[in-house]
């Protein structure tokens, strides 16, 4: 398969309280480690705020992808994703991801609502990459 776009970041320090640079220098900043989780938390993000903030992005212009192609017009609206990490369920150690996926749709029913949101769940990149891995839940705001 020939890639489209291929996106490249480093991770340098000491992992979750290190550092993160995209190969083009857009992204270049401090990770840590949030409170919740032991760390110092503060101004810094953690690899939980730019899964949210990417699997958000993509999930909202499949939205858009899917609400086009049906001659919706969506306008007016947000996708929050809530990425949260949880001990491994199967007795292994590690760890595992959760997301929920809220949109805010004005001018349609939630019924139709829905109807999107599972047609997008299924176009975007994010949901696919990791459908089987993380449990995903969608709700309309």
């Given at each position: 398969?020939?890639?489209?776009?291929?996106?490249?970041?480093?991770?340098?320090?000491?992992?979750?309280?290190?550092?993160?640079?995209?190969?083009?220098?857009?992204?270049?900043?401090?990770?840590?480690?949030?409170?919740?989780?032991?760390?110092?938390?503060?101004?810094?993000?953690?690899?939980e705020q730019l899964f949210a903030a990417g699997y958000a992005a993509c999930f909202h212009s499949a939205l858009k992808l899917v609400a086009?192609?049906?001659k919706i017009d969506l306008t007016d609206t947000a996708i929050t994703v809530d990425v949260s990490i949880n001990p491994k369920t199967d007795g292994t150690p590690?760890?595992?991801?959760?997301?929920?996926?809220?949109?805010?749709?004005?001018?349609v029913d939630d019924d139709k609502?829905?109807?999107l949101l599972?047609?997008?769940?299924?176009?975007?990149?994010y949901s696919n990459a990791t459908r089987g891995n993380i449990e995903v839940k969608l709700a309309v705001a």
């Open positions: 398969m020939s890639a489209l776009y291929t996106a490249s970041a480093t991770a340098s320090g000491d992992g979750r309280n290190g550092h993160v640079r995209s190969s083009d220098g857009v992204l270049d900043f401090d990770l840590a480690v949030p409170k919740e989780m032991g760390g110092p938390g503060g101004a810094h993000s953690n690899p086009r192609n049906e590690g760890f595992q991801l959760a997301a929920t996926i809220e949109a805010e749709l004005a001018g609502a829905l109807q599972e047609a997008a769940h299924q176009v975007c990149p």
